[in-house]
């Protein structure tokens, strides 16, 4: 007999059906909820409620455990490039070599963008956001690409407009960047990797050479993977609820840069390097600083998690990665040592040992940012261009399963029966 749940209500019993997950999660399928009781639930953030059925992303925050389609996260980003993980995410397996080769000529004969673009980019002031000019050229798609506004396109045309999204992201990335600070544009240059070609559009000097440093390119690839899809977080589930409106790709996708833009979410590596910069103007020592964060006088920055209880699977890997970049950079940067120095003491100490306050994927993704000379301002943006292939995958299984709209219901608490006819006779 399926295992099912029961509510007394009223002095009448309901019972509702349990769901079991592939890996043994359980839910309480709520969805008659209202129509048999007249009751709704209250929980605000969503913390305790399935908005939806995904084949895409496991996470188990208990055990410390990330899985994209079946693989952990551990084997994915020690042998796979960006682009098989895009590929895995939105397409439900990983590339063979032929579809691999075919995926990337794909995206490269499509990363550059309409030069009208550049029209959009010079009406933004040079101290713009970089965010904030990212999601205005991501949305801008739907005018050059008036065709992704079809609320039921083929599948051809659908895997198009992910193809161009997934092409042009870096190209606009890069673009944002080269814009604040007063630099002309790098185009792409189809000879190079994904992370590789991002990399020359960042930084190459129009009147020098420019050569890719394998380690730096290959922590680029790690971090973009340990970022491109992390579950039901709050720049997910903004782009699957607008684009249950069946509003295109290019318009949800910016919802979600928007969303991710916000600092409760996709600001905490620049809020790690901000609290390293505090304590190196300030000039106490990271022993006087760990003291203030136990009289919880200050925020320790990039260690715990909201939903990892135990150490962030992508933090093991991505603190490899930091210690080579560093290493092989040579980095003198007295704010990178602040980091290393703060590290080496919360990892002793039994006051966040005994809490499983271990670094984060944000305090290491930080530090490497800086490292390779890419602004705070920035640190976002990059954020954004490594969830892209999971914004899309969720956004592509919302529209194969045809899900309703969504449509959360409230807990009214205003104001009752109040009598117009008071303000009439004034």
Request: hydrophobic fraction near 40%.
């Amino acid at each position: 007999m399926a295992e099912s749940a029961e509510i007394i209500m009223d002095g009448k019993s309901f019972k509702f059906p349990v769901i079991v997950g592939t890996e043994n999660e359980k839910a309480i399928d709520i969805s008659k909820l209202r129509d048999e009781t007249g009751y709704i639930t209250y929980d605000p953030g969503y913390k305790n409620t399935g908005a939806t059925k995904s084949e895409i992303t496991f996470l188990d925050g208990e055990n410390g455990i990330l899985h994209y389609r079946g693989y952990p996260i551990e084997q994915l980003a020690s042998t796979s490039s960006f682009l098989e993980v895009a590929y895995l995410l939105i397409y439900g397996n990983l590339p063979n070599s032929a579809e691999l080769d075919s995926f990337t000529v794909r995206i490269n004969k499509r990363s550059l963008v309409h030069e009208d673009m550049k029209i959009i980019l010079d009406g933004f002031p040079s101290y713009a956001h970089p965010m904030g000019v990212l999601s205005s050229l991501v949305c801008s798609m739907t005018a050059f690409y008036p065709e992704s506004l079809d609320s039921n396109p083929s599948d051809e045309d659908m895997d198009l407009h992910i193809i161009r999204l997934l092409a042009k992201m870096p190209t606009m990335v890069a673009w944002s960047y080269r814009k604040s600070k007063g630099m002309p544009f790098n185009y792409p240059k189809n000879s190079l990797d994904y992370c590789s070609n991002f990399l020359q559009m960042m930084f190459a000097h129009p009147t020098e050479s420019y050569n890719v440093d394998p380690v730096v390119s290959d922590a680029l690839n790690k971090l973009l993977i340990l970022h491109a899809d992390h579950e039901q977080n709050c720049s997910t589930s903004t782009v699957r609820i607008v684009g249950s409106s069946q509003a295109s790709l290019y318009g949800s996708v910016s919802a979600g840069i928007n969303a991710l833009w916000g600092p409760l979410h996709g600001g905490a590596n620049q809020e790690v390097i901000e609290m390293l910069d505090e304590i190196k103007t300030s000039g106490m020592t990271v022993e006087s600083f760990i003291e203030k964060v136990k009289k919880k006088e200050v925020r320790l920055m990039g260690f715990g998690h909201r939903v990892y209880k135990n150490f962030d699977p992508r933090a093991k890997i991505i603190k490899v990665a930091c210690d080579q970049i560093l290493n092989k950079l040579g980095v003198n940067d007295p704010v990178l040592d602040i980091a290393k120095a703060l590290e080496e003491a919360a990892l002793k100490d039994t006051y966040f040992v005994d809490r499983k306050l271990y670094p984060n994927v944000d305090f290491y993704s930080g530090i490497i940012y800086r490292a390779l000379g890419i602004p705070v301002n920035m640190f976002t943006v990059m954020f954004a261009l490594g969830r892209l292939p999971g914004w899309i995958a969720q956004w592509k299984e919302l529209r194969a399963n045809k899900e309703p709209i969504g449509r959360p219901r409230q807990i009214y608490t205003g104001s009752t029966k109040r009598d117009f006819t008071v303000i009439a006779k004034r």
